[in-house]
């Protein structure tokens, strides 16, 4: 960036200061969907990605070309794949100076192969990140920060006998859920409520050192980023999360997809939870931990009070959602502030005035996205995908494409939106890919938290754009099970 170490003493200043960077700084992941549009906001800011969503026409994707690797168990692999593919490396090492890189997930291994590059990775140490991304130090962390999580317990289980008296013991009840230390909530969340519920997951819950035991309570679930800085923790929108539609996902409790709009949930949720936030925050630089990171709340529909589901010590699959809400657009996206903060540039922002103004009203606006996966359970050969674009909902329920573009604000009205694909011709379809993000104006749920008609729609018409052949039971490839997410 600019060489001047002037201090930065207002959103205008921060603004400016992205706008003339000259540092390059890559987003190194499967695709380029979680720090969607940032490339606008931040000069030299580059996609390195495995997935060619936007079939070589977005300006600042670069993907280079396939070669041989063995199966990818987890993101941590596409991404240390890419930094070791010859063309990322020339393609990084012709764009000069000293790089900075940012990573959806990274491990120990993907620190080594960026310094072999002279990068520099900007978020916390992979070991950091890993330890309190663990479940079960998010709720000490939570408890030290004064944010409670759902009255539970954590022990490690031994057997259905010794679990019953754990919960009894801490006046759980009968009816729980339990949660490992690590992993998505779709795959690593299990609901108890008899000895047969719990046979079918023993594997899963006996040997897995502390679980998470936790009282069943009726709840919403909900999320909120946030970026931890030098000057205070600045916290972005509360946004409803869509979980578990048969439509979208084949796992029950997996996410799929999120909405923000000013008045998703009441007042007094809306201000506890931002409040929330700001402590757990403060509690993380504590912890060593500094930038950006998401929390998931559980709101009792009951008694309205809310929980601490879980941390996630990175940005997330809603992080597009928050980085092009209306009040990012006014000031800046909540991940530019990430990047500030590892740039060491000294700034100086009321950050209490801020996070009251992002919290207005008017600066939050309606929007959805809803993240569509293969919920069959079967495998076949991608042969047709819809493009990546502008698509239009028809009045007679069925979607056509409309024009390309890779901006979300290109979509307006509800009978648009905006579509991600993420799987290819030629790609496997198996249960629980990832087939793309869908993105619109508005509500994609009712009040009562089901799917609204205009979203089924949405689902049934892209779906129905995707075309596959059977295989022949010799041509099925073995999956990592269940396979893993790359959003």
């Known amino acids: 960036m600019a060489s001047t170490r002037k201090k930065l003493k207002n959103i205008s200043e921060i603004r400016r200061y992205f706008h003339r960077n000259e540092r390059p700084i890559y987003f190194i992941s499967a695709t380029n969907f979680n720090l969607l549009g940032i490339d606008e906001w931040c000069r030299n800011f580059k996609y390195i990605n495995y997935i060619d969503c936007y079939d070589g026409r977005h300006p600042n994707v670069f993907v280079p070309e396939e070669m041989p690797h063995d199966e990818f168990q987890s993101i941590e692999d596409?991404?240390?794949?890419?930094?070791?593919?010859?063309?990322?490396?020339?393609?990084?090492?012709?764009?000069?100076?000293?790089?900075?890189?940012?990573f959806l997930m990274f491990d120990e291994k993907t620190e080594k192969l960026a310094k072999q590059l002279g990068a520099e990775v900007w978020f916390p140490k992979a070991s950091l990140r890993n330890r309190v991304d663990n479940k079960i130090e998010t709720v000490r962390i939570g408890n030290k920060a004064g944010v409670p999580s759902v009255p539970n317990t954590l022990v490690e289980v031994t057997g259905w006998k010794q679990l019953v008296e754990v919960s009894e013991a801490a006046g759980l009840g009968t009816d729980l859920v339990l949660q490992s230390a690590y992993g998505d909530s779709g795959h690593t969340t299990f609901f108890i409520k008899s000895e047969a519920d719990f046979r079918r997951h023993e594997h899963e819950i006996v040997g897995q050192d502390e679980i998470k035991i936790m009282k069943r309570i009726t709840c919403r679930g909900s999320a909120i980023e946030a970026c931890a800085t030098k000057q205070g923790t600045i916290?972005?929108?509360?946004?409803?999360?869509?979980?578990?539609?048969?439509?979208?996902?084949?796992?029950?409790?997996?996410?799929?997809?999120?909405?923000?709009?000013?008045?998703?949930?009441?007042?007094?949720?809306?201000?506890?939870?931002?409040?929330?936030?700001?402590?757990?925050?403060?509690?993380?630089?504590?912890?060593g931990y500094r930038g950006y990171f998401e929390l998931d709340f559980l709101i009792d529909t009951k008694s309205r009070d809310i929980?601490?589901?879980?941390?996630?010590?990175?940005?997330?699959?809603?992080?597009?959602?928050?980085?092009?809400?209306a009040f990012a657009h006014a000031d800046a996206p909540l991940f530019l502030f990430h990047l500030l903060e590892f740039s060491d540039v000294p700034f100086d922002l009321d950050i209490e005035e801020l996070n009251a103004r992002w919290a207005d009203h008017d600066n939050i606006d309606s929007w959805s996205q809803m993240v569509i996966k293969h919920t069959q359970d079967s495998i076949d050969i991608v042969t047709e995908a819809p493009q990546s674009g502008i698509w239009r909902l028809m009045p007679d329920g069925t979607v056509e494409y409309s024009r390309f573009d890779y901006h979300r604000r290109a979509v307006e009205s509800e009978a648009e939106a905006f579509f991600l694909r993420i799987l290819e011709p030629g790609d496997y379809r198996y249960e629980g890919a990832d087939l793309g993000i869908l993105v619109t104006r508005g509500r994609s749920m009712t009040d009562k938290f089901e799917l609204t008609e205009r979203a089924?729609?949405?689902?049934?018409?892209?779906?129905?754009?995707?075309?596959?052949?059977?295989?022949?039971?010799?041509?099925?490839p073995a999956l990592a099970d269940p396979a893993f997410k790359i959003l």
């Open 78 to 102: 596409i991404n240390n794949y890419l930094l070791q593919h010859k063309q990322v490396v020339d393609f990084v090492e012709q764009r000069g100076a000293k790089p900075k890189f940012v």
């Open 235 to 287: 916290v972005g929108p509360l946004m409803t999360e869509l979980v578990g539609f048969p439509e979208l996902t084949p796992y029950r409790g997996g996410w799929c997809g999120n909405e923000i709009f000013p008045t998703a949930f009441a007042p007094r949720v809306r201000q506890q939870a931002r409040d929330y936030t700001f402590k757990f925050g403060e509690q993380l630089k504590k912890e």
């Open 456 to 476: 089924r729609a949405w689902i049934d018409g892209i779906r129905g754009q995707f075309k596959a052949k059977a295989l022949a039971a010799v041509e099925a």
């Open 307 to 325: 929980y601490l589901g879980e941390l996630n010590p990175r940005i997330t699959g809603c992080s597009s959602m928050t980085n092009h809400a």
